[in-house]
């Protein structure tokens, strides 16, 4: 058979079903759903940052966070020594948060509908850079106006051990393996518990470099 053979039944090859991980009752792993998205958002994302750069925000207790912020859509999120909060513009540059791109936007809601999760709008992208070491501390979201709309993360770059905890801080948590390229979604009854992020181990990612980017889509208002 000719390599020209090959390649035509190579084309014709079902597409594979995502790879799907239930981690809770209403949440679940895709595994490299936002691969095929990859080189459109990647674009988007260099708009975003260069409109509202990353930069590190300190918490209301005083402590800079290790993680580096930016945020696109109508409502970012924010905080300093007053508090958490959802804002219209970046304080850093007064100006209005960047447009959530089309690419964004479409991509959350077809991982969200993948989920279970009919119709999710997110208004509000939040975008996460870790460097190695930068970790987030175990936590709620609980600066959104309703618990309705489920959240949906997209992780590339490098890796993450994800803590997906319970509904008090003490509780056990599950160590979650997060790879570039995976979603997940969380809801439901899941929506309020605790999570976190472990320290980012050294490496190279070859498409990212030395650092792990997450998109947190959520419906703030
Ligand atoms: C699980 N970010 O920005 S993904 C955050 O990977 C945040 O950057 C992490 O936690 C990151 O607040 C985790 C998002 C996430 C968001 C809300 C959740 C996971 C969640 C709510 C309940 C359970
Ligand atoms: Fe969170």
Not at 15 to 42: H, M, N, T, Y
Not at 61 to 84: E, H, I, K, N, Q
Not at 135 to 162: C, R
Request: aromatic share 10%; charged share 20%.
């Amino acid at each position: 058979m000719s390599p020209i053979t090959l390649d035509l039944f190579a084309d014709t090859e079902p597409e594979q079903p995502p790879k799907r991980l239930q981690i809770g009752e209403q949440s679940c792993v895709l595994r490299g759903f936002a691969l095929p998205w990859l080189d459109p958002l990647l674009i988007a994302l260099e708009a975003i940052l260069a409109a509202a750069p990353f930069r590190q925000m300190v918490t209301p207790g005083g402590f800079t966070m290790s993680v580096a912020l930016s945020s696109c859509g109508t409502w970012g999120w924010t905080t300093d020594r007053s508090g958490y909060q959802y804002t219209r513009d970046d304080p850093q540059t007064g100006n209005p948060w960047p447009e959530m791109p089309e690419v964004f936007f479409e991509l959350a809601q077809a991982a969200a509908r993948e989920a279970g999760f009919a119709a999710f709008v997110p208004d509000s992208c939040l975008i996460n850079r870790y460097v190695p070491g930068a970790k987030m501390s175990l936590h709620q979201d609980k600066d959104e106006n309703s618990y309705a709309a489920p959240i949906v993360s997209v992780s590339l770059g490098l890796p993450a051990t994800f803590l997906f905890g319970g509904f008090e801080r003490g509780d056990k948590s599950q160590r979650v393996p997060l790879f570039h390229g995976d979603i997940v979604v969380w809801g439901g009854v899941d929506r309020l518990r605790y999570h976190g992020v472990l320290p980012i181990k050294d490496g190279h990612h070859p498409r990212l470099g030395e650092q792990r980017i997450n998109f947190t889509f959520r419906t703030a208002r």
